[in-house]
């Protein structure tokens, strides 16, 4: 029966590539058969990746039948994935964020979750010397996710090891790092075609704090403007999405990826509370700026307070 390798839904770069990745490993490397799905319509800027190394764009899924072998990449929580997914036969995870738990599968698997900044630097290391078989859209996806995830190594996130194989990539691959970095960017921050919903959807997150269950959305991009032009519209549609996703609040963190800082949309006096208690913000308007703020994982979810 062939795997289904995944990533969670609203899938970004590394939740697209990864898949791709890895299911050419299950393929050829492996002996096996394996097929990369989306669990979502991939965002603009791994859309762009796609489309850059003539990659075909992996079938959108919405469930998993049960006994279905799977394979989980870059997310390890049952609520970004699909609602049966403990009915699936669960063969391996391979992420780098924090363990969750929740997950149930079927017998022993490999599981390898890492402190780095993203899913294919952790596949590049299991391939291994296997990576001299790999294509050159396999090495593309690869550096994309990398570039994506450390928001061309900004990020806090970042290792020294995701840098190293970065850097080991583009030079393989002949790629100029700071010019295809910056086309992703353009990519990402091309969100003209999405409504407001779909931008507060686009990159979030369930997470609760206390009694409080907030979508913590993040939209980084190299124009913020563009996003902060429409606050008035994407904080009356906070309400809506809140309301039909289950949440008290959607918290949208505008990153600014050139400059380093993220903007926080204040709509009333709970998410006024969080950026106070949270980040020691002072807040005046319906904004706030919190500098160097660059990571959900690392610099928003760890410390979000009411």
């Given at each position: 029966?062939t795997?289904?390798?995944f ?8 939740s697209t590539g990864?898949p ?6 299950l393929?050829e490397?492996k002996g096996?058969?394996?097929e990369?799905?989306?669990?979502g319509?991939?965002n603009t800027?791994?859309a ?15 469930a998993v039948?049960?006994?279905q ?5 870059d997310?390890?929580n ?8 403990n009915?699936?036969?669960?063969q391996a995870?391979?992420?780098?964020h ?18 780095l ?8 290391k ?5 990576m001299?078989q790999a ?5 593309g ?7 994506s995830?450390?928001?061309?190594f900004?990020?806090?996130?970042t290792?020294q090891e995701?840098k190293?194989?970065?850097?080991d ?18 990519a990402?921050?091309d ?10 959807r ?6 609760g704090?206390?009694d ?5 959305s993040?939209l980084?991009?190299?124009?913020p ?7 008035d519209s ?15 609040q ?5 990153i600014?990826?050139?400059n ?6 204040v ?10 208690q949270s980040?020691g ?6 904004t ?6 660059m990571?959900r ?10």
């Amino acid at each position: 029966m062939t795997i289904l390798v995944f990533g969670h839904k609203s899938p970004d770069t590394d939740s697209t590539g990864s898949p791709i990745i890895w299911a050419w490993y299950l393929n050829e490397i492996k002996g096996g058969s394996a097929e990369a799905v989306l669990l979502g319509e991939p965002n603009t800027e791994a859309a762009f990746v796609l489309k850059k190394w003539d990659l075909p764009k992996p079938r959108i899924i919405d469930a998993v039948e049960a006994d279905q072998p799977v394979v989980i990449v870059d997310t390890n929580n049952p609520a970004e994935l699909p609602d049966a997914i403990n009915d699936a036969d669960i063969q391996a995870i391979i992420d780098h964020h924090k363990l969750v738990g929740g997950l149930e599968t079927k017998g022993p698997i490999d599981i390898r979750i890492e402190p780095l900044a993203c899913t294919a630097t952790i596949m590049w290391k299991m391939i291994g010397k296997d990576m001299a078989q790999a294509p050159a859209w396999v090495k593309g996806a690869m550096l994309s996710c990398i570039l994506s995830d450390t928001l061309e190594f900004r990020s806090p996130t970042t290792t020294q090891e995701d840098k190293a194989i970065a850097h080991d990539l583009a030079k393989d691959l002949g790629v100029d790092i700071a010019a295809y970095a910056a086309e992703m960017f353009e990519a990402k921050s091309d969100v003209s075609a999405f409504s407001d919903a779909e931008l507060l959807r686009m990159d979030s997150k369930e997470y609760g704090v206390g009694d409080k269950q907030f979508r913590v959305s993040v939209l980084e991009t190299t124009a913020p403007k563009l996003i902060l032009d429409r606050k008035d519209s994407l904080m009356q549609s906070m309400v809506d999405v809140a309301s039909e996703d289950g949440a008290d609040q959607v918290l949208l963190f505008v990153i600014d990826i050139l400059n380093e800082e993220a903007t926080l949309l204040v709509p009333n006096d709970l998410v006024k509370t969080v950026a106070e208690q949270s980040f020691g913000a002072e807040v005046s308007g319906d904004t706030v700026v919190l500098p160097g703020i660059m990571s959900r994982k690392k610099q928003i979810i760890p410390n979000l307070k009411v």
